[in-house]
């Protein structure tokens, strides 16, 4: 496709290609993927783990328990579903919700590189360990990046990385939620900072 094509057109074409792969065994027990969703002119990319039950069911990210509670901490501070672009790592549902494989994120690491590379965002919130893992590179535990910010070069273009804690863990822990709270209440400010990105 040609370079002239609006990032947004190109999206879609990717989209779409994405929802007939079949390059890792995820594809075997999926319903349909899950390639995410929202505003791909946002300045805010937040970027999960795996799509769960009803993620797999309804073929959008983040719709189940944690989604409503990632979707409710986020309008606290303002923070609107419609200023976000929003997807997994992995594209199609583990098997028993597990945790996605080594080979599994390397496998999808393409449709997630297309999209950094087409929406090209500010600021990228990683949620919880699988997904920080995978944007660092690195084996740096979540427990120790969360509420920091980092700048570095993602897809060939600068972004602020923010990591926070993935919802489901601040579903199980109030611990974690209180940080989860705190790290988002941050966030605002982040986007308005013009040097993020
Ligand atoms: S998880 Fe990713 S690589 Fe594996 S089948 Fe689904 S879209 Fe393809």
Same mark, same amino acid.
């Given at each position: !496709?040609?370079?002239?094509? %609006? %990032?947004?057109? /190109?999206?879609?074409?990717?989209?779409?290609?994405?929802?007939?792969?079949?390059?890792?065994?995820?594809?075997?027990?999926?319903?349909?993927?899950?390639?995410?969703?929202?505003? %791909?002119?946002?300045?805010? !990319?937040?970027?999960?783990?795996?799509?769960?039950?009803?993620?797999?069911?309804?073929?959008? %990210?983040?719709?189940?328990?944690?989604?409503?509670?990632?979707?409710?901490?986020?309008?606290?501070?303002?923070?609107? /579903?419609?200023?976000?672009?929003?997807?997994?790592?992995?594209?199609? #549902?583990?098997?028993?919700?597990?945790?996605?494989?080594?080979?599994?994120?390397?496998?999808?690491?393409?449709?997630?590189? /297309?999209?950094?590379?087409?929406?090209?965002? #500010?600021?990228?919130?990683?949620?919880?360990?699988?997904?920080?893992?995978?944007? /660092?590179?690195?084996?740096?535990?979540?427990?120790?990046?969360?509420?920091?910010?980092?700048? !570095? !070069?993602?897809?060939?273009?600068?972004?602020?990385?923010?990591?926070?804690?993935?919802?489901?863990?601040?579903?199980?822990?109030?611990?974690?939620?209180?940080?989860?709270?705190?790290?988002?209440?941050?966030?605002?400010?982040?986007?308005?900072?013009?040097?993020?990105?």
């Amino acid at each position: !496709m040609s370079l002239q094509v %609006p %990032p947004k057109t /190109r999206l879609e074409a990717i989209r779409l290609s994405a929802l007939e792969c079949t390059q890792c065994s995820l594809a075997d027990g999926r319903n349909q993927v899950v390639f995410g969703g929202g505003d %791909p002119s946002a300045g805010l !990319m937040l970027i999960g783990e795996a799509p769960g039950a009803a993620e797999d069911l309804q073929g959008e %990210p983040f719709v189940g328990r944690s989604g409503e509670l990632l979707w409710q901490l986020l309008a606290d501070v303002g923070i609107a /579903r419609e200023m976000i672009y929003i997807t997994n790592i992995v594209k199609c #549902r583990p098997p028993e919700n597990r945790d996605p494989k080594r080979v599994e994120i390397a496998a999808c690491a393409t449709w997630l590189d /297309r999209q950094l590379q087409l929406i090209q965002p #500010r600021v990228v919130c990683t949620l919880g360990n699988f997904a920080t893992r995978r944007i /660092r590179g690195d084996q740096t535990g979540i427990m120790s990046l969360r509420g920091r910010q980092e700048k !570095m !070069m993602l897809s060939g273009y600068p972004t602020t990385l923010y990591p926070l804690l993935h919802p489901a863990a601040a579903l199980r822990s109030t611990r974690n939620l209180k940080f989860m709270r705190e790290d988002i209440a941050r966030l605002p400010q982040i986007l308005s900072d013009p040097h993020s990105g």
